[in-house]
Nanobody, 122 residues
Framework: VQLQACGGGLVQAGGSLRLSCAAS????????MGWFRQAPGKGREFVAA????????YYADSVKGRFTISRDIAKDTVYLQMNSLKPEDAAVYYC????????????????WGQGTQVTVSS
């Protein structure tokens, strides 16, 4: 499975961005897809995930109510709509896909995209 992420950029605090991640290859085997982020000097942090079969979603507490993850099965694509962005949301965002059942942990994901930079100015 290959993942291609895009949609990052520079936005003012309070603004919005939408990230996209298109999967290709053996996507029929996937259990879920997720987004993680990593800020300079920090570890990789779970942001949101979606179970591919039924669309069940999971969010980190820090983004609940502001971010929305969704999927387009026909396009094998997952989206992350980010609203009310804060400076602390700035990071490199990675999409991930895998067959593991615990979608909040990086170890459930075997496939990772290249990362897309999100910068939030205050």
């Amino acid at each position: 499975v290959q993942l291609q992420a895009c949609g990052g950029g520079l936005v003012q605090a309070g603004g919005s961005l939408r990230l996209s991640c298109a999967a290709s290859g053996r996507t029929f085997s996937l259990y879920g897809m997720g987004w993680f982020r990593q800020a300079p000097g920090k570890g990789r942090e779970f942001v949101a995930a979606i179970r591919w079969s039924d669309g069940a979603t999971y969010y980190a507490d820090s983004v609940k109510g502001r971010f929305t993850i969704s999927r387009d099965i026909a396009k094998d694509t997952v989206y992350l709509q980010m609203n009310s962005l804060k400076p602390e949301d700035a990071a490199v965002y990675y999409c991930a896909a895998g067959t593991g059942r615990i979608l909040l942990t990086p170890t459930s994901y075997a496939y990772w995209g290249q990362g897309t930079q999100v910068t939030v100015s205050s």
